[in-house]
């Protein structure tokens, strides 16, 4: 039994003279022993950034939680979200509601349909008795990190906000096993919550991160859960992909995230589900990754939803995939907003670039902001955010170089629409001389015989990560979003090249889907091509736009099921290479590169050239592959960029 005895002011709780914070100022006695290695917590003060002290107390205890979390993605994070109220144009009228209000705290552990029970804060803005609200549920394995993105609509819409540890994780019961009961769990504690006496029968979700991967995973429910709206925040509801992309697994986002969830899942991640994650590296219909795949399940969406990612985000392709499926499946209202380096924004400090990190803010503030709205059913609060934003609300990156600004003249802005912009597919074709040639009308100056490049790929001594979508391992100094390739392409033994001869006249706008088709060969058993196109400055810069990875032997894989393929030595295979989306004007006098490696690490694994299937990290024994990319008549490998009318990115001057 729990037990909580609060005593605060809720104007304290909410607002302070210079911000809107939530800030949960208490006396609490939480015994916690009967699900935690403790006995009796007792923390008093104030805590900043809407950290609970009873949850914030246990979680300090361990060095590399308080250094990673509570000090750092969750004090970064929190000081975003913070703004988001505090930066609301309703803000003064916000003050005088809540001058001298008084909350309430509940705590509850919640039952399960299997009997574990999850531990559950209810927190309530002033009511009336007998009043009846709405409520916003946040399932988290962050303990008190995100707490907060359920208390801005508290403050907002006078939700009651409802504050969930997901199953093994902190103050809950149970086994964390990465969401994949997360969608049962979540539709109980729904319906938990549309049970009680304080609620109208509406409650909605958010989720940000891994919280927004377990909301997103309640599509596989049939019927439906009845859940009136969500916001998606840097989320995915593709677990393989996201885990093992293009086949590689994500050795520095999947480990490092494992080694960070540690001290709140009592070992687990370490010890049992990383080691799963590994052994089920296939994904199988109807098997081990089924319960978090939301590929093939978009028509189940039955609730409107807002979208908050961004284009060098750890998810943003599979959020971007997400919010087209609901879009293509539902007459539902669908709205997302797209930063620049979302999760990135964690562990980079402004001063390194403050450009984005206003960006980030901005897609917060605005992202929440109309999520509110959205919510509250677009009542007298009025439509402010509405009126500023489209369906698809996106900012628009451009040439710029390592923690500087760019040129506003090309890119940098934010740009709304309501589908997205006619996109004109055309293709950079790898060619003789390590050259490029642009558009099919110049296809014809491949030549007939089948030309190639060769590079070794020796796995003990790969290429490593410079940027991307990135999280964890950009702590490591590995880089976040776009940065300067020139490092890597100094490997000339071990990287093929290929540069746009003339400089681009015009600037050159890309929105959508970029992609590659390789035509390749190895003399390995299997191997990895990865794929990069980047924007050469005149000074040199190499700066990455895109990228992405395929495994040879997966080469016939699709978005339902791992098809494992024979590689012949020096058979030549067309592999497909998806690069994910971008929004990226490359400004005139620049050019464009291709480059072909095989490998990227530690944002992928290691791949050894053996085929070893208990070997996804790639660390046992290994052989130095001798990997060709071909270029012909017959060979075109080539990139796919999704050009656009510079005109059909307009600038929106409201955001």
């Known amino acids: 039994m729990c037990v909580i005895t609060i005593s605060h002011s809720f104007a304290n709780t909410i607002l302070t003279d210079d911000a809107i914070v939530p800030v949960r100022e208490s006396i609490v006695n939480f015994d916690v022993s009967a699900v935690a290695d403790t006995v009796t917590l007792q923390s008093e003060g104030t805590r900043r950034f809407g950290q609970s002290p009873t949850r914030l107390a246990l979680y300090e205890r361990s060095d590399l939680g308080k250094r990673f979390f509570t000090e750092g993605f969750g004090g970064r994070l929190n000081a975003m979200i913070r703004n988001v109220v505090d930066k609301h144009p309703r803000r003064a009228e916000l003050e005088r509601q809540y001058k001298g209000a008084e909350p309430r705290f509940e705590h509850h552990m919640i039952p399960m349909r299997d009997g574990v029970k999850l531990s559950t804060i209810i927190i309530f803005p002033p009511m009336a008795e007998g009043e009846k609200r709405s409520a916003m549920m946040s399932r988290s394995p962050y303990a008190p990190t995100s707490d907060q993105i359920a208390d801005v609509f508290m403050v907002l819409n006078g939700m009651v906000s409802i504050v969930q540890d997901q199953r093994g994780t902190f103050l809950s019961e149970g086994e964390f096993s990465m969401w994949t009961h997360d969608a049962e769990d979540g539709e109980d504690t729904l319906f938990w919550a549309m049970k009680q006496p304080w609620s109208n029968g509406k409650v909605f979700g958010v989720g940000i991160s891994a919280d927004g991967c377990s909301l997103a995973s309640l599509l596989r429910l049939s019927p439906p859960a009845p859940m009136a709206g969500a916001l998606y925040m840097w989320a995915s509801a593709n677990g393989h992909e996201s885990t093992y992309q293009g086949g590689s697994f994500r050795a520095g986002l999947i480990s490092g995230w494992m080694v960070l969830q540690s001290p709140l899942t009592h070992g687990v991640s370490l010890q049992k589900t990383l080691p799963e994650l590994l052994k089920n590296w296939k994904l199988v219909p109807g098997g081990y990754w089924e319960q978090i795949q939301g590929p093939g399940k978009w028509h189940m969406i039955s609730w409107p939803t807002v979208h908050i990612t961004a284009w060098y985000d750890i998810f943003s392709a599979h959020q971007i995939n997400m919010y087209n499926g609901f879009r293509e499946s539902s007459k539902l209202e669908h709205r997302i907003v797209i930063g620049a380096i979302g999760h990135c924004i964690l562990g980079l400090p402004p001063k390194d670039d403050p450009l984005l990190d206003i960006v980030e803010s901005r897609a917060l503030e605005i992202g929440y902001g109309f999520a509110s709205e959205l ?178 032997k997966l080469r016939e894989s699709n978005e339902f099921e791992t098809v494992v393929s024979e590689v012949e030595p020096n058979v030549v295979y067309k592999l497909e290479v998806d690069m994910w989306f971008i929004s990226y004007i490359v400004a005139a006098g620049h050019k464009l590169r291709v480059t072909v490696t095989s490998s990227n690490t530690p944002y992928f694994a290691i791949n050894a050239n053996l085929g070893d299937d208990n070997d996804q990290y790639g660390l046992k024994d290994s052989q130095v592959a001798k990997n060709r990319v071909y270029f012909s008549e017959r060979y075109a490998s080539h990139v796919i960029l999704p050009i656009v009318n510079i005109e059909d990115l307009p600038k929106n001057e409201h955001i």
């Not at 491949?446 to 590079?455: P, T």
């Not at 003990?460 to 991307?468: A, I, Q, R, V």
């Not at 040199?540 to 736009?545: F, L």
């Open 375 to 552: 919510f509250g059913g677009f009542d007298e609060r009025g439509h402010i955010f509405r009126d500023k934003l489209d369906l698809i609300n996106i900012y628009v990156l451009g040439s710029r170089t390592s923690g500087r600004r760019g040129d506003p003249k090309v890119g940098h802005y934010w740009s709304s629409f309501s589908t997205w912009p006619n996109v004109d597919e055309q293709k950079l074709f790898l060619a003789p001389e390590k050259s490029l040639i642009f558009g099919e009308n110049n296809r014809k100056n491949l030549r007939s015989n089948d030309e190639y490049v060769e590079y070794l790929y020796d796995p003990k001594s790969p290429m490593l990560t410079h940027g991307g979508n990135n999280l964890v391992i950009h702590l490591l100094g590995f880089g976040c979003g776009s940065e300067d390739q020139r490092e890597v392409e100094k490997r000339t033994d071990s990287i093929a090249v290929f540069d746009l001869t003339e400089k681009l006249e015009h600037s050159l706008a890309l929105t959508g889907h970029v992609k590659a088709v390789l035509y390749v060969s190895t003399d390995a058993k299997d191997t990895d091509f990865h794929v990069s196109l980047n924007d050469v400055h005149p000074g040199g810069h190499s700066m990455q736009i895109r990228y992405g990875l395929r495994r040879l």
